[in-house]
């Protein structure tokens, strides 16, 4: 899931040539408030999970990684 979320954000949200990996700050690279909220979108879309808007932390959308990690853990919520 790391590297799908990886690969959708450098090309679908921040349409950068920079390589960029599961453990990228995505800030750095140009993560912005309308890309979080494009991300959000696609995640619903792609994972079929909603996240919260409490989940909406700097740290939750820091790296590929983490979001990752929040969608694994929506996802498990989910499923109980």
Known sequence: MENELTHLIATEILDTD?????????FAAGLDSMGIMQLLL?????????????DLSRDNFS?????AALVAE???AANR
């Open 42 to 54: 696609a995640i619903e879309d792609r994972f079929g999970v909603p996240i919260d808007p409490a």
């Open 18 to 26: 920079h390589a960029l990996t599961p453990q990228s700050d995505l």
């Open 63 to 67: 790296t590929a990684e983490k979001i």
């Open 74 to 76: 929506k996802k498990e």
